[in-house]
T-cell receptor, first 116, second 113 residues
Framework: DTGVSQNPRHKITKRGQNVTFRCDPI?????LYWYRQTLGQGPEFLTY????????KSRLLSDRFSAERPKGSFSTLEIQRTEQGDSAMYLC??????????????FGPGTRLTVL | EDQVTQSPEALRLQEGESSSLNCSYT??????LFWYRQDPGKGPEFLFT???AGEEKEKERLKATLTKKESFLHITAPKPEDSATYLC??????????????FGSGTRLQVQP
């Protein structure tokens, strides 16, 4: 049973650099989500895909952030010109919307980003 | 605006000492309330979904209940391995069909042997 996987698990970068994270969802899941979590807070929604279509973006997702899900499988989240305020845990979740519609989101282990 | 408040922020229990965690929420059009457990440095792990007031669900030492404005996570005779942060998230459906979770800040539970 393979869950959601994310790579890398940790990323340290210097301010101004670009970073890219990858998420591999549970194989049969058609929905994929990105969240950001800072210390002591719950996850905050960033963006959402149904299959390959990006259907929603939070206002938290500035124009320095871009996400893709080519072919409706894995997804990437890129942050350009990183700032210290981008330091956080970036979480990916996936779910399956079928006929019953329970649509439970299962989370990956996260990528911890530190911007120096 | 949807609001979620979890209390207490932190809770320290002795092994075997039962207690309850509270999640108070204000959402319009609730489409399920989710409970997750999160260990340090890891992603949230799904525990329960509750859909209607009066519903209860159990898993090992955990029982979740739901009213129209609150949910409780009861922990019976906890063990040290129950130490984690417990997150609640009421959900609504957005125009795109997404189940939007609004997470609380969590309750950090520490169970001492």
């Amino acid at each position: 049973d393979t869950g959601v996987s994310q790579n890398p698990r940790h990323k340290i970068t210097k301010r101004g650099q670009n970073v890219t994270f990858r998420c591999d969802p549970i194989s049969e899941h058609n929905r994929l989500y990105w969240y950001r979590q800072t210390l002591g807070q719950g996850p905050e929604f960033l963006t959402y895909f149904q299959n390959e279509a990006q259907l929603e973006k939070s206002r938290l997702l500035s124009d320095r952030f871009s996400a893709e899900r080519p072919k409706g499988s894995f997804s990437t989240l890129e942050i350009q010109r990183t700032e210290q305020g981008d330091s956080a845990m970036y979480l990916c979740a996936s779910s399956f919307l079928g006929a019953v519609g329970t649509d439970t989101q299962y989370f990956g282990p996260g990528t911890r980003l530190t911007v120096l | 605006e949807d609001q979620v408040t979890q209390s207490p922020e932190a809770l320290r229990l002795q092994e075997g000492e039962s207690s309850s965690l509270n999640c108070s929420y204000t959402v319009s059009g609730l489409r399920g309330l989710f409970w997750y457990r999160q260990d340090p440095g890891k992603g949230p792990e799904f525990l329960f979904t509750l859909y209607s007031a009066g519903e209860e669900k159990e898993k090992e030492r955990l029982k979740a209940t739901l009213t129209k404005k609150e949910s409780f996570l009861h922990i019976t005779a906890p063990k040290p391995e129950d130490s984690a942060t417990y997150l609640c998230a009421p959900s609504v459906q957005t125009a795109t069909g997404r189940r939007a979770l609004t997470f609380g800040s969590g309750t950090r539970l520490q169970v001492q042997p």
